[in-house]
């Protein structure tokens, strides 16, 4: 977990060897803020310890609806928000500087994004 103002790793979590062995990966991610845990999911649901620093909250509003899914792109080396309005932001993993967002013109205003990912070659 990176702090992208200060560009500085504040938590790191792994699958630890139990999980490797068996092929597993962490698809999903979400923090619990009710019992401040955070929670990810591959073949089964996992809860990790959060380090306090995390929980400072923040003002910034980034997005207009909630983000429903935070990627990092390794082809670009950016981070990528994307919001259940269909809203793509793009920002610098090195700085936090937002490089671009775009939003889908075409979304009906009934459907919301629920979840994103990459495609195998990052796409």
Not at 54 to 80: C, E, M, Q, R
Not at 96 to 105: E, H, L, P, Q, T
Request: glycine share 4%; aromatic share 8%.
């Amino acid at each position: 977990m990176w702090d992208l103002r200060n560009n500085e790793c504040v938590q790191s979590i792994t699958d630890g060897e139990n999980l490797r062995e068996k092929g597993a990966k962490n698809h999903s991610i979400i923090y619990d803020d009710a019992r401040h845990r955070l929670i990810t999911v591959g073949l089964c649901p996992h809860t990790w310890r959060v380090n306090p620093q995390i929980l400072n909250t923040s003002t910034d509003v980034t997005h207009k609806t909630p983000v429903v899914s935070a990627l990092y792109n390794k082809n670009f080396g950016h981070i990528v928000t994307v919001a259940e309005d269909s809203e793509v932001t793009i920002w610098k993993f090195a700085t936090g500087a937002k490089v671009f967002s775009y939003i889908d013109n075409d979304r009906n205003d009934e459907t919301f994004l629920s979840t994103a990912s990459f495609d195998d070659n990052g796409r």
